[in-house]
């Protein structure tokens, strides 16, 4: 029983980290592309162009958020290291201070005091034991997966090319760049008030305008792309 328990617990850890990764990567990978495929629209008839400069930035925006995550999970690792190294060195060379520690934990927890030392004394029994409570629940940190940086970034980078294919595939199919924003802007919108009404949903937040704020977002930057192509064109 205990076992299941523990298993269903990091498989519950493993998908929050996961809905985080496709948040952070698909919220940017379909309001960027918009906007630039909606400012190339303003300044240029044929799609062809636009279409390379969409895929050049999709791909080149994947990589650099794909980076970005797998550098703040290293960041994370690093920080805890730093942090058990810390917390290791203070156990052997300030003892009565982090057991004092250690039963401060237990009285905020409201146990009685004969409580509080007979818990106190099992927790320093074992040296690394002890470290790894002091990390929880004294710096609240838990151990971060050693593969979380990777997957981090390929769980960005994905959900980035993803989302940037969305409003850019109207123009593998139409010529004229006029047209293929006016289907990019409703299949777009569409998709980005889906994808911020379920964040939203996942997040406690009233999911109706959660979406359609994202929704707005996305349509201002692109909105805003488009029209200073425009005005830069004399159009």
């Known amino acids: 029983m205990q076992d299941t328990h523990l298993h269903h617990h990091e498989e519950h850890l493993q998908s929050s980290d996961l809905l985080t990764d496709i948040v952070i990567g698909m919220s940017d990978g379909l309001t960027v592309p918009f906007a630039l495929a909606a400012g190339l629209s303003g300044a240029v008839d044929s799609t062809s162009v636009i279409v390379i ?26 920080h805890y290291k730093s942090e058990l190294k810390k917390e290791y060195w203070e156990v052997d060379h300030k003892r009565e201070v982090e057991i004092e520690e250690v039963r401060k934990v237990f009285e905020e927890w409201g146990l009685s005091r004969e409580v509080q030392e007979k818990a106190t004394s099992e927790i320093i029994k074992d040296k690394d034991k002890w470290v790894d409570f002091m990390m929880k629940h004294e710096l609240g940190l838990e151990k971060p997966d050693p593969k979380r940086a990777g997957r981090s970034a390929f769980n960005i980078g994905v959900s980035y090319v993803i989302g940037g294919l969305v409003p850019l595939s109207p123009y ?20 980005l008030y889906i994808f911020g009404f379920f964040k939203s949903k996942m997040t406690g937040v009233n999911p109706f305008w959660g979406g359609l704020r994202v929704m707005l977002i996305g349509a201002a930057a692109a909105g805003a792309a488009f029209g200073i192509a425009r005005l830069i064109e004399g159009k």
Do not use: P, R
């Open 172 to 191: 593998f199919f139409v010529s004229d760049s006029i047209n293929a924003l006016k289907i990019s802007v409703l299949i777009t919108l569409i998709c």
């Open 53 to 78: 400069a969409g895929v050049a930035e999709i791909a080149a925006g994947s990589i650099a958020m794909g980076l970005g995550g797998y550098l703040a999970g290293k960041t994370e690792q690093d």
